[in-house]
């Protein structure tokens, strides 16, 4: 009895001083907020929101410029428009992005719950192989299937040999270049967006809610659709937004399936009608799709942080549940198809073409494409990277309304398609390119012509403002790996602000910094809505010389600058794929 009293009363002492020592780092630590708050470093709080919203208004200058031209541009096209374009359009826009989610969703679903919740052959390759289709553009993929399916492809050539058919009119065969094909390529390559959220989703619930289920009565099924389904709610629906931005956003896809989409609408009226104004007047219409979709994403995102907090054992950490029998290679053969169809098709198809026609690698067209792509690429890399840096130091040197709202209204641009953005970024530059040229005129007789609208500078603009929101959401989850107590300790050590920054949080920022710029990187090099629409004259990228060869029904000799892009966008899906399977 003396021992145990003695060691309560030890505890008691040792809880004592934690509790004062607890009490003197706390207000150690806010005597060190406020010297911070009193130093005079050049990185207080209001400078940081000066360029929070500095960054904020060059994303949001695109859009104010697209309303403009909508409201100032008259109303000479609009009943046209209504009554040939919009509502045509409007409604296959709408039919895509809906069978387009229909078919990722259950495809995404079903697969990221295999590989999280069962046991099958391959099931570790297939968990990571099938995040591979991401590393594919749907135009690239769209040329692919044309392909494969064409009358003189390799699938309707096998009909006809098996059969003895001779003309298309001996047999019928559905046609890719419609609406269903273009839901059959677009969601070949952006199921992995659902696939990746409900993945994570499946895995983080664990496996005592469905342990529960089972003990009363529950089979796999009910406890896949009456627990672990509306449990990844909140995931599905984040996933399923990110693949209504990426369909609406496509236009390389939909112009060669022969689909008239609102994103298609918009090019067709600027550069094939002429007609501006009537481009930003659809433009404006798509921003009523974006804001919808992007409040969907943001009460989706709510709802899955309270998801997550009532989760507490991950699927990786219990048995999965053992499949035999059929059952197993029907769950592998699941798995196995959409890799095949969103990732081995296209790198295949694609692939031999380019081993036909080595000797156009070395060809000027093609080097001069590519040197333009690492260039613009590069430059959007760096300009975006030190923007999204700004946001994301802002925040976590110190919350606040204007840095809140600069984060929000900056996350904005990566939901603009970039044929709208095209036509935002292209109307300031060109004011500002006229203003400055004109002075120059009125000053030194000297004519400047089109600084930064004739040049690559526009594309590197919308790019940025399309990306920004990678590049932030990259560095911000990097500086919340950083302990806020490391600015205390060097502050506390006699170090100011900047020198915190430039000394202490940089260098281990660095993997993060590299992170994002690879990524930006590689999303501006396969990007082509605004490309296609703001290049100068002369001016090709790799993206838009595959989109000018496909359009002369010139697969093949587009086949080596898409290797090109597809082994570009592998790096970052290569490195999510280890990742996935080191979690597996």
């Not at 209204?409 to 990566?414: R, T």
Request: hydrophobic letters at 55%; glycine letters at 8%.
């Amino acid at each position: 009895m003396l021992t145990c009293g003695g060691q309560f009363a030890g505890c008691r002492r040792a809880i004592s001083a934690s509790r004062f020592g607890i009490d003197r780092l706390q207000s150690t630590s806010q005597s060190i907020k406020r010297r911070h708050a009193r130093a005079g470093t050049g990185l207080s709080h209001p400078l940081l929101a000066l360029w929070a919203g500095l960054t904020s208004a060059i994303v949001l200058m695109p859009i104010s410029a697209i309303a403009w031209l909508a409201i100032s541009g008259g109303g000479a096209d609009w009943p046209h428009l209504m009554e040939n374009v919009i509502p045509r359009a409007t409604g296959r826009t709408l039919l895509l992005i809906l069978l387009t989610g229909a078919v990722t969703a259950v495809v995404g679903i079903l697969t990221a719950w295999l590989v999280a919740s069962c046991e099958f052959p391959l099931r570790r390759f297939l968990s990571a192989a099938l995040v591979l289709p991401l590393a594919i553009p749907a135009y690239l993929a769209a040329y692919a299937f044309g392909e494969l399916f064409t009358f003189t492809g390799p699938v309707q050539g096998l009909i006809r040999a098996i059969f003895g058919f001779k003309t298309s009119r001996d047999y019928w065969f559905p046609d890719i270049r419609s609406l269903g094909g273009a839901v059959l390529v677009l969601s070949s390559v952006l199921y992995p967006y659902i696939y990746l959220a409900c993945r994570s989703m499946f895995l983080m619930q664990g496996r005592a809610a469905a342990d529960v289920a089972r003990t009363l009565g529950a089979g796999p099924l009910k406890v896949f659709l009456r627990i672990q389904i509306p449990m990844a709610r909140p995931a599905i629906m984040i996933g399923l937004t990110l693949v209504a931005m990426e369909t609406l956003n496509d236009i390389g896809a939909v112009e060669f399936l022969g689909v008239q989409t609102l994103t298609f609408s918009i090019f067709d009226t600027w550069l094939n009608r002429g007609s501006l104004a009537g481009a930003a007047q659809i433009a404006c219409i798509m921003l009523v799709f974006v804001i919808g979709l992007m409040m969907i994403e943001r009460a989706a995102r709510r709802r899955q942080r309270f998801s997550s907090q009532k989760t507490t054992s991950a699927v990786h950490d219990a048995a999965r549940l053992s499949l035999s029998g059929w059952k197993k290679w029907a769950a592998m053969f699941a798995c196995l198809l959409p890799v095949l169809s969103g990732f081995a098709v296209p790198f295949l198809i694609l692939g031999n073409f380019a081993l036909k026609r080595i000797d156009l690698f070395i060809e000027p067209r093609l080097l001069n494409a590519l040197f333009h792509s690492i260039l613009v690429s590069g430059a959007t890399a760096l300009f975006t990277v030190l923007l999204g840096f700004v946001l994301a130091y802002a925040a976590r040197t110190g919350r606040s309304r204007v840095t809140d709202i600069a984060g929000r209204l900056a996350s904005f641009g990566y939901g603009v398609p970039g044929t709208v953005l095209a036509i935002g970024v292209l109307f300031p530059l060109a004011a500002l390119d006229n203003t400055i040229d004109a002075s120059m005129r009125d000053a030194f007789g000297i004519s400047t012509g089109l600084m930064m609208t004739g040049t690559g500078f526009a594309i590197i603009y919308a790019c940025s403002v399309r990306f920004l929101t990678m590049a932030e959401g990259t560095l911000e989850a990097g500086f919340q790996k950083l302990s806020p107590h490391l600015d205390m300790a060097a502050r506390a050590l006699g170090r100011t602000g900047g020198q915190t920054l430039r000394t202490v949080l940089l260098p281990m920022m660095r993997p993060a910094v590299l992170t994002a710029a690879l990524l930006v990187f590689i999303e501006t090099m396969k990007e082509l809505s605004a490309t296609i629409m703001l290049r100068p004259f002369n001016f090709n990228t790799l993206a838009t010389l595959v989109y000018e060869d496909a359009s002369r029904a010139k697969v093949e000799d587009a086949s080596v600058a898409a290797m090109i892009i597809v082994i570009a966008g592998m790096i970052p899906v290569i490195l999510v794929s280890r990742s996935l399977e080191r979690r597996s």
